[in-house]
């Protein structure tokens, strides 16, 4: 998600809305723990914003705590990326149009561990006389995974990084920011979905959980998969979702024809393949119908505490047959009206590893807890990215970016080998602020593979700036002498976040048709925190609305 700024003459009339958005401090009660969390207007989760395909948004933001800020959406946003945060007592306005996507987004800050509280929806609804390409919906919820952290999660990621070793987890997963009656002294801190019988409803699932893919299913209902990160797919039924960190997926909730007699409860845990420490625990909701004009004369006698609840049965936590299950049934809708506009020609290819390594301890550590007395590191092509002391994309376009960064990032490992079999000695990783550059309108194929150097594992990977194809996936070592033969290049699911599979590869493709420096990274914090991103450099092409704007006067300084 996130776009750079073009010339305005190409957009057309729209709407214009307008937003404040105050960083502060509030005092926030979960698991009989009160704490101060930084959030925006003093909401946990964020405010909803709901606008429509075309719409023009101005969204200004003032930082009042004591942390930089930065907030990711259509205007980007990624620290040191695309923008220098906000600083405290610091305003900026992000202005952006909604373009070509309609569907569910996910808004949250793009800086440390923050977004732990500040997140919230991004809801962009067709616009006026389009409809669904499915059953219209009586209403539409949103629901949004978290997490509940006792601790201070800038204080965990601090401490995770100075001694080299795995994060502490969440206290505990929320539903809209709930954890729910599982979790002791949270009864009452429970997200109820209400609903009528024989309605349709639109849940619009959104993952904001820091470092955890989830199941999810509700007890006794099937859902029907209709969208995938803002992009419509071919309808499917389930009777358990996978969400991974970042990803948004619409689903269609048909309920019961008449009044069950009974409450159903909605649960999510992790799916985990790594091999570190994570919450091994569920949080629940509840799906509760009302009474119908047939059933309110049974009111009085049906309390509705006192109904059976049934309890959802979820896969196991280390399900990688049902994620694969899963990820095949995604398609695009491929229609007359949302055609999957996938390249058919490739410009140019690129291998990328991606997975975990280490780093020697530092000098003044002596007590650093990775193997070996090393320190936990992530790479890509197995360079760590080094975060850069100014925004790449203002250095770019005032052109100072030497010393800033390197246009040499490595198009395929420098040093070849088994990705997935028997790890190597050496898991040490260079180091390095390197950038892939591409000329406009390049048509790209990525191959992402991953690797089993300290353990294999799923990493979900997005890319910002564009929506992208995934053409193939598998297991296994890629072979590009066999594997691209079976590439769906008619319908393939298009994302902006895709599971790269434990053990496994993910082949993607995209047109570069976007000017301007986009972060692509591990949407797993703890993985990007240890270095498993990089970012493109996409130039400008020859007509005035494929180029980069100059940068508004109020854009923060680094």
Known sequence: MGVALVSSSAFPRVFLFSFDYSIKLQNVTRLCHTKSIITVNGQFPGPHIVAREGDHLLIKVVNHVQNNISIHWWADGPAYVTQCPIQT?????????????????????????????????????????????????????????????????????????????????????????????????????????????????????????????????????????????????????????????GQTTNVLLKTKPNFPNATFFMTARPYVTGLGTFDNSTVAGILEYGFSSKTKSLSSNISIKKLPLFKPVLPPLNDTSFATNFSNKLRSLASAQF??????????????????????????????????????????NNISFAVPTTALLQAHFFGQSNGLYNPNFPISPLIPLNYTGNPPNNSMVSNGTKLVVLPFNTSVELVLQDTSILGAESHPLHLHGFNFFVVGHGFGNFDQNKDPANFNLVDPVERYIMGVPSGGWVAIRFLADNPGVWFMQCHLEIHTSWGLKMAWLVLDGKLPNQKLLPPPADLPKC
Request: proline share 9%; aromatic share 14%.
């Open 89 to 245: 007592g610091h305003s900026y306005v992000y202005n952006f149009t909604i373009v070509g996507q309609r569907g569910t987004l996910f808004w949250h800050t793009y800086i440390s561990w923050l977004r732990s509280t500040v997140y919230g929806p991004l809801i962009i609804l067709p616009k006026r006389s389009v409809p669904y390409p499915f059953t219209k919906p009586y209403n539409e919820v949103p629901i949004i995974f978290g997490e509940w952290w006792n601790a201070n999660p800038e204080t965990v990621i601090i401490q995770t990084l100075q001694t080299g070793s795995g994060p502490n987890v969440s206290y505990a997963y929320t539903i809209n920011g709930l954890p729910g009656p599982l979790y002791n002294c949270s009864a009452k801190d429970t997200f109820k979905l209400k609903v009528k019988p024989r309605k349709t409803y639109l849940l619009r699932f959104i993952n904001a959980a820091l470092n955890d893919e989830l199941f999810f299913s509700i007890a006794n209902h099937t859902l029907t998969v209709v969208e995938a990160d803002a992009v419509y797919v071919k309808p499917f039924e389930i009777n358990t979702l996978l969400i991974a960190p």
């Open 339 to 380: 055609p999957a506009n996938v390249p058919q020609k490739v410009d140019k290819r690129f291998f990328f590893t991606i997975g975990l390594g280490t780093n020697p301890c530092d000098q003044n550590n002596q007590t650093c807890q990775a193997p070996n007395g090393t320190m936990f590191a992530a790479s890509i």
